[in-house]
């Protein structure tokens, strides 16, 4: 079936510290792939996207590359900050044929704390 | 702007009574809705999309009679837990999308039911 997995947290690093928070999926078809993020006491928010293979997602100095032939999709950021401390989300969504409804596909979440 | 807000942001209830919350969006019109249910440390899992003016579309495995969902407006659905047991304690959480622009989900902050 349908997955996304994503690495176990909770991650802690220090200030200025690379990030990667592995993300891998299964899924039939093409799927598009997102990343979401949730501050505390906050609704989900939609960090990056990719939609099709080789594409890369940025935003927020956060970073993406769609690899079809890894089936991945992780998150990288250069230089974490402590207000980059959230859960991440990995997702995917697959087309909108089969009356899907282009509805997601959540991994487990990735809980990010970034100490000063 | 794309807000979506969630009422109540928690709530307890007896086993056997029913519960409802509240889903809106603040500030677009909102043609499709969806719910979704998150356990401690899981994904979040679809349990239903709703559109304006129609009935409910239901995962697999949820129980329609139990999760009522009324997507009266374009702005507000509610789902209502009827019979309430403490097997439905969970964190229930909305997302919207915004007429033309169906590829983004906007979240709510999810609403907290605990079930005694």
């Known amino acids: 079936g349908n997955s996304v997995t994503q690495m176990e947290g909770p991650v802690t690093l220090s200030e200025e510290a690379f990030l990667t928070i592995n993300c891998t999926y299964t899924?039939?078809?093409?799927?598009?792939l997102f990343w979401y993020v949730q501050y505390p006491g906050e609704g989900l928010q939609l960090l990056l996207k990719?939609?099709?293979?080789?594409d890369k997602g940025s935003n927020k100095g956060f970073e993406a590359t769609y690899r079809k032939e890894t089936t991945s999709f992780h998150l990288e950021k250069g230089s974490v900050q402590v207000s980059d401390s959230a859960v991440y989300f990995c997702a995917l969504r697959l087309g909108y044929d089969g009356g899907s409804q282009g509805n997601l596909i959540f991994g487990k979440g990735t809980k990010l704390s970034v100490k000063p | 702007g794309a807000v979506v807000s969630q009422h109540p942001s928690w709530v307890i209830c007896k086993s056997g009574t029913s519960v409802k919350i509240e889903c809106r969006s603040l500030d677009f019109q909102a043609t499709t809705m969806f719910w979704y249910r998150q356990f401690p440390k899981q994904s979040l899992m679809l349990m239903a999309t709703?559109?304006?003016?129609?009935?409910?579309?239901?995962e697999q495995g949820v129980e329609k009679d139990k999760f009522l969902i009324n997507h009266a407006s374009l702005t507000l659905s509610t789902l209502t837990v009827t019979s309430a047991h403490p097997e439905d304690s969970s964190f229930y959480i909305c997302?919207?999308?915004?007429?033309?622009?169906?590829?983004?989900?906007?979240f709510g902050p999810g609403t907290r039911l605990t079930v005694l």
């Open positions: 899924a039939t078809g093409y799927p598009s």
């Open positions: 709703s559109n304006e003016g129609s009935k409910a579309t239901y």
């Open positions: 997302s919207a999308t915004h007429r033309g622009l169906t590829d983004t989900q906007y």
């Open positions: 990719a939609t099709k293979a080789d």
